[in-house]
């Protein structure tokens, strides 16, 4: 799935070098996020002309399963100096499932009113969390760990199933196999968000890393921290289970910022990255 990343832009000589102004680590792909350490002279951050925030000299910049390939970078010092970059991200190619001939029931789904009551209720809920997450500007991650050890890769992001020539939704999450009771641990360091019991999650954890930046572990047999809970890395947030949509003992993990769904598995495989900045 992954590719060889390279950045083509022309040099130019600057009084602060490109690394001194701005400096990335990540995966420029779709999916991908880039974590900006930023100079104290940078005073705003644009892609793509919206504003990026800035925490603690940090920002991140994130990538949708299905982004462009073409932006643009804007940085504004206190000065008034302004630099761009103009950047292309790798597409990627993901797994695509055709089935066809699938008996109409199993294809679209029937809900009792009652059952799609809750499922709205829930998902405005979680939404409405996440909106916050999206205003908090701190920074909380720090490095990257994978929350079950040892478990069995069962989904990974990106895929699609079309089911009677009909796309469904892609998966947007990565999913790890393991039994039930093993524990799950944070991402990164983070604050508990939110916690529950939904019909398609089953017990989750949602945990806010700032900055837009927020992870979810989905179909848990327990969890075990609460709501404002400070979370270190590596730290035990609940254990595997199957609740809620799921066919056996697994971890969905998801990630998101300013809801773009990112790909959890490249946050495991950060690479500096260098952009070539031009003095407008």
Not at 138 to 148: K, L, Q, S
Not at 234 to 246: C, F, H, Y
Request: net charge neutral; glycine share 8%; proline share 2%.
């Amino acid at each position: 799935m992954r590719k060889t990343l390279l950045f083509l832009l022309t040099i130019i000589s600057l009084q602060l070098s490109a690394k001194e102004l701005i400096s990335l680590r990540g995966n420029p792909v779709q999916g991908g996020i880039l974590i900006c350490e930023i100079h104290d002279s940078v005073e705003k951050l644009f892609l793509d002309h919206k504003g990026i925030p800035i925490s603690e000299n940090k920002a991140i910049l994130g990538f949708d399963r299905d982004e462009k390939l073409k932006h643009k970078l804007t940085i504004v010092l206190e000065s008034g100096e302004m630099f761009t970059s103009i950047f292309y991200i790798t597409k990627r190619e993901y797994i695509i499932q055709r089935i066809d001939r699938i008996e109409k029931k199993y294809v679209e789904e029937q809900h009792d009113s009652i059952l799609i009551t809750r499922i709205s209720d829930e998902y405005h809920v979680l939404a409405k969390r996440r909106k916050k997450i999206f205003e908090n500007k701190n920074i909380y991650f720090e490095d990257f760990c994978i929350p079950v050890k040892g478990g069995e890769i069962t989904g990974v992001f990106g895929s699609q199933r079309i089911l009677n020539g009909v796309p469904k939704r892609p998966h947007n999450g990565f999913d790890i196999a393991a039994p039930e009771g093993i524990n799950i641990f944070a991402m990164t360091t983070g604050v508990v968000a939110l916690t529950g019991n939904y019909y398609y999650n089953g017990k989750f954890v949602l945990l806010d890393h700032g900055n837009g930046f927020n992870s979810i572990y989905i179909h848990m047999s327990s969890i075990t921290v609460e709501v404002g809970d400070y979370i270190l890395t590596n730290e035990k947030i609940g254990e595997v289970g199957s609740t809620g949509r799921s066919t056996g003992n697994h971890l969905h993990w998801g990630v998101d910022w300013n809801s773009k769904r990112i790909d959890p598995e490249l946050l495991l495989n950060m690479e500096d990255v260098f952009l070539k900045i031009q003095k407008r």
